[in-house]
């Protein structure tokens, strides 16, 4: 029988709270002056300037925001349908993250034409990689019912899981 899937709202749903999460860090990352320009900012900025620069300076952050969890709940979805095998090994989310940034860096961006002013340097970049690994730790965290569907089983007495303990 194949492995269950995570239904795909309930994993975009985790996409979207960690993209959120993403937010947090990007805010500190942005105040210290390490990043100058995030990439849903420049998304918006270059490739749909007549909507985002039609959006007034003061809802301009929300706009950026609310791309920003699409495009979270977009990644969340994806990693939600692979393997269970894939997803539940411990380091499957921060992999997963960076391999978002990798694509988002080494794919979309050039596809998109994005520029970058400065070209990214080591601290920026690995700034965008540390909010991506944020990202995947975040999107695969246990959920309630994994935890539940563990209970019982020989791995959850190990880590303390089991319904006795």
Do not use: N
């Amino acid at each position: 029988m194949p492995a269950p899937r995570v239904p795909t709202a309930w994993a975009a749903t985790r996409g979207v709270v960690a993209a959120m999460a993403m937010t947090g860090f990007r805010q500190l990352t942005q105040g210290l002056g390490l990043v100058e320009r995030t990439p849903p900012e420049a998304v918006l900025q270059e490739t749909a300037p007549g909507l985002f620069y039609r959006v007034p300076v003061e809802r301009r952050p929300a706009l950026v925001e609310a791309a920003h969890w699409g495009y979270g709940a977009i990644a969340g979805a994806v990693f939600g349908a692979l393997p269970v095998r894939w997803r539940q090994r411990v380091w499957a989310g921060p992999a997963y993250g960076s391999v978002v940034w990798a694509v988002f860096e080494a794919g979309i961006s050039p596809a998109l034409g994005l520029t970058r002013q400065p070209r990214h340097g080591p601290v920026q970049s690995s700034m965008l990689l540390l909010d991506h690994l944020l990202y995947g730790a975040v999107v695969a965290g246990e959920t309630g019912s994994a935890v539940r569907r563990e209970r019982g089983s020989p791995r959850a007495a190990r880590v303390g899981l089991s319904r006795s303990g």
